[in-house]
């Protein structure tokens, strides 16, 4: 019994193993979302060295209450999240990650 069975596995394992061509997709479009435009996740980290106005202080030092988020960068969302920080999406056209990088 066992030996009529094993050509069936054979078949069923080299149709698994067997490569399939893959082709590329286009990458999927955010709906209402204009081409071209890119999301980003950022995990700003929570820092217990410092109280609250020490961090309140240096952002406002490094202007970073002015700065954020550039012009043209849609803050898509901004979660607190316990053990981890905040998590903020933002949406902006590709050629401003510069300016984004340079914010953070």
Not at 15 to 33: I, K
Not at 35 to 64: C, P, V, W, Y
Not at 82 to 87: A, E, L, N, R, S
Request: aromatic residues 6%; hydrophobic residues 45%; charged residues 20%.
């Amino acid at each position: 019994m066992p030996l009529k069975r094993l050509p069936a596995a054979a078949l069923l394992l080299a149709f698994c193993l067997a490569p399939v061509p893959l082709r590329p997709q286009a990458p999927a479009e955010t709906p209402g979302a204009p081409t071209g435009t890119m999301l980003l996740t950022i995990f700003l980290r929570h820092d217990e060295s410092k109280t609250l106005d020490e961090i309140n202080a240096h952002l406002k030092q490094t202007g970073f209450d002015k700065n954020f988020p550039p012009p043209g960068v849609e803050v898509v969302s901004w979660y607190v999240m316990m053990g981890i920080g905040q998590v903020v999406t933002l949406r902006f056209p590709a050629e401003k990650l510069r300016e984004v990088n340079l914010v953070i």
